[in-house]
């Protein structure tokens, strides 16, 4: 159930069950896959940047940041980075990642 919300990116807002399945999926193709997919990563660092805990979201910010260093360098994986360090009250880094979704469209 971790259909993509246009309303909750500054609310935090998620379901503890999608944060525990998310969790299970990624660490089950962590130690079955030599590599997670990029689409089970994302899945798993979006709940945690909609979690009301700040080490949830920053543990979503490093996720996303893997993404991205993987070479895929996807809007989503950007936009949702800015998102993870405006709601920990990050600004500057925040502000960095919305440019470049911006450059991205």
């Excluded at 089970?40 to 940047?49: E, K, M, P, S």
């Excluded at 990050?90 to 919305?98: I, R, S, V």
């Amino acid at each position: 159930s971790s259909g993509i919300n246009a309303e909750w990116p500054l609310r935090p807002g998620v379901d503890e069950q999608d944060i525990i399945e998310h969790e299970r999926l990624y660490n089950e193709e962590l130690q079955s896959k030599p590599v997670v997919s990029s689409r089970t990563q994302f899945g798993y660092a979006y709940v945690l940047v909609k979690s009301p805990y700040d080490n949830d979201i920053r543990k979503g910010i490093r996720l996303l940041e893997e993404l991205c260093q993987s070479g895929v360098d996807q809007r989503d994986f950007v936009y949702y980075l800015a998102v993870g360090h405006y709601r920990l009250h990050d600004y500057t880094p925040a502000m960095k990642y919305c440019q470049r979704v911006l450059e991205m469209e």
